[in-house]
């Protein structure tokens, strides 16, 4: 996990690694939704990384709410706990380790 908070760190800016969304659910959508929490090894180098969370959306894309990732988190956390069956799946973060940006893992 050292390694997955490390490449986090380096691509976001400091306001994003205190966003109160990722600090205070971030081990709950890992927990609910593991199928969709990746990880790009090689030995044991961490390479990539992808998180994502899935929804049940009502509406076309052109009619979400505002909020972004953080809403989709939020949303999705409450379907999960509801058993509200998703239709959709959200990506909330790839991340590529610096050292290998650039060598077609994206």
Do not use: C
């Not at 976001?12 to 709950?28: I, R, S, Y």
Request: proline content about 8%; glycine content about 10%.
């Amino acid at each position: 996990m050292d390694q997955v908070w490390a490449i986090g760190g380096y691509v976001w800016p400091e306001f994003k690694l205190h966003a109160p969304v990722a600090l205070n659910h971030w081990q709950d959508m890992q927990t609910a939704f593991p199928e969709f929490q990746l990880l790009l090894v090689a030995g044991d180098r961490v390479l990539a990384l992808a998180n994502a969370v899935p929804l049940a959306l009502d509406a076309p894309l052109t009619d979400l709410p505002g909020g972004g990732v953080e809403w989709a988190v939020l949303e999705s956390l409450g379907q999960f706990a509801a058993r509200r069956a998703p239709d959709t799946l959200v990506g909330v973060q790839v991340v590529v380790a610096p050292d290998s940006q650039g060598s077609g893992l994206s």
